[in-house]
């Protein structure tokens, strides 16, 4: 069974996904420590693709398929038929900058899908992410959460621009559906609801 969800009109429900993630190839991680404990964290904009990765990276020569960002980037020339023909989505991790995107991809609405990738839930840069891509790049199509994606984040992801959620594999996907009705009127404005509650119910005199 799929554990992809999919709202359509503010409805969520289980679909097959048609697209092909692509992934990086495994390298060796340089173990960092810090106080002795390894540290998993990658900070902001850090480089953590080699160009061997991009160059090895195996692309799918036919179907609708999501590019990581850095191989995107690198090999654009190779893929610039299929972005125009919509075959070409992005996925980008959370400690990667939006603005790498929007400097090789002057029209993001020209992808069908943006996807963001959580390796490690640790932090909310997924949320924010999220809401810059709506707000202030004025993305409009499909936008993707999957990685370390739990039932509890669901709801915020909805209220960050998310439309679509790739739930662990060891996880529940029909749990996590329900998350999504977690709460019903939240108090204050956000992308699927800019209004806050005061501007959305008049509660008379």
Not at 28 to 39: F, L, S
Not at 123 to 140: A, C, P, Q, Y
Request: charged share 25%; proline share 3%.
């Amino acid at each position: 069974m799929s554990n992809l969800i999919k709202l359509n009109n503010g409805v969520a429900s289980l679909v097959e996904d048609d697209w092909t993630l692509v992934q990086l190839p495994a390298t060796q991680v340089e173990e960092r420590k810090q106080a002795g404990k390894v540290v998993l964290f990658k900070l902001t904009g850090e480089a953590t693709v080699t160009e061997a990765q991009i160059a090895d990276t195996v692309i799918p020569a036919t179907g609708k398929i999501i590019l990581p960002l850095s191989v995107f980037i690198a090999r654009n020339s190779e893929i610039k038929d299929r972005i125009a023909q919509g075959e070409i989505g992005v996925w980008v991790a959370t400690h990667e900058l939006l603005e790498n995107l929007t400097q090789q991809q002057v029209d993001l609405n020209a992808l069908p899908i943006i996807a963001i990738f959580v390796e490690r839930f640790a932090d909310g840069r997924i949320f924010s992410l999220g809401n810059l891509l709506r707000t202030r790049f004025g993305f409009k199509n499909e936008l993707r959460a999957f990685g370390d994606v739990l039932r509890d984040q669901l709801f915020f992801l909805k209220r960050s621009g998310f439309t679509s959620y790739l739930i662990r594999a060891d996880r529940s996907a029909q749990e996590a559906i329900a998350s999504l009705g977690d709460f019903t009127k939240p108090y204050q404005g956000a992308v699927d609801e800019p209004r806050p509650v005061f501007k959305r119910y008049n509660r008379g005199a």
